[in-house]
């Protein structure tokens, strides 16, 4: 490994190696018994009933908005401080994009900036679902987003792909689905991979129906009778019926088995990230006000990304200076994110759509870099590097 520092980084061991290697090794590389396996292993680490396992944290919201039958009439709230594919879910299924603007400091949606959101759509269809997202691993106010949204009969899906090993998450206490990723700089790693939890039996076996080109292989639950059943020996063995169109968002066996392996060790990770940073935390302190990390309080945290806001124009620089200083003494960092309603396509398609909370946030973030194999002495050579650039303009 070189001693480039990057903002995030999957941590694999010896163990999760040997895991792929066996699984390999194994006579189904796709669906196999693993699936089943690690599906049941996230929904017991996460406290849901239900898990669906998935190729990437896009098809798993693209699943969840799919499950909630949202179609070209139907319009979602988004907010737009978030990656690319919270709000590009909604437009696969035709459906319209409202976008929430964030609270200036901490980037989330609250359920002033999403009631602000719903009386601002005028109509653009009939908005059937919101999609709050649980920025750096900070968990939005659930309960006052629920209500708010049940009073206009609007579910609730969560982008959880920040949070996955914050308590509760994934439980859905206060939603119909949570959605997660496990990308290489996400909490665990598959290489790409996701998740969607649920409490519905019904939503969870829709979706592995549409994971799947929308195939369905429950006798119970065949239309066609003269082509299922031949005669008295139940259901041919060959057949299977399609109600709907599905996708192949399969995730392989083989990627299961390094999810297993890698799910045994979230508690760690987890521990490690909060451990680093409150250690950031402690180390920055001296450059408040003009540098301060986001935080929404006491409440929970799982330190996916460590941000924090700078007032850079006080501090007689600029973001890009920063970056690039720090990126040549090796320090990488990232800014999340543009806000997505600033995009062309978005901007092409809701030319009128001005969020100034969250482009006050996008004009002071940075993350810096933390993941659980950084140690100490990395946390403090970043900390020494931007205090060194920030005093030195
Ligand atoms: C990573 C991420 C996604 C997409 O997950 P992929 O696995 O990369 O498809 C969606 N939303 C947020 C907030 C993410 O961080």
Known sequence: MSDFLPYGRQTIEDDD??????????????????????????????????????????????LACLAMDMGPQDAAVVPTMTFLATANVVRMTGAEVIFADVDPETGLMTAETFEAAREQAGRAGRIKAALPVHLNGQVC??????????????????????????????????????????????AIATAEGGMVTTADAGLAARMRSLRSHGMVRDPSAFANRDLAFAG?????????????????????????????????????????????????????SPLSPRLRPVTHGNRPHGWHLYAVLIDFAALGTTRARV?????????????????????????????NVSLPGAESYYSRCLSLPIFPAMTDGDVSRVVEALAHLLRGG
């Open 141 to 186: 106010d659930m309960p006052e987003l629920a209500a708010a949204a049940s009073a206009k009969a609007i579910a609730l899906t969560e982008d959880a792909c920040h949070a996955l090993g914050i308590e509760n998450i994934g439980a859905t206490s206060h939603s119909r689905m949570a959605c997660f990723s496990t990308h290489p700089v996400k």
């Open 17 to 62: 190696v040997s895991a792929v290697a066996a699984a390999l090794r194994d006579d189904l590389l796709t669906t196999g018994p693993k699936v089943d396996e690690y599906e049941r292993a996230f929904a017991r680490m996460t406290g849901a009933a239900h898990a669906v396992a998935c190729n990437s944290g896009t098809a798993a919201l693209h």
């Open 323 to 351: 970056m690039n200083a720090l990126r040549s003494q090796g320090i990488g960092t990232q800014v999340h994110y543009i806000p997505v309603h600033l995009q062309p396509y978005y901007r092409n398609r809701y030319p």
């Open 232 to 284: 008295v020996d139940g259901a041919n063995p060959w057949y299977y019926e399609m109600p709907e169109v599905g996708w192949n968002y399969r995730l392989p066996d083989v990627l299961c088995a390094l999810g297993l392996s890698q799910l045994a060790k979230l508690d760690r990770f987890h521990r490690r990230r909060i451990e680093i940073a409150r250690l950031y935390d402690r180390l920055l």
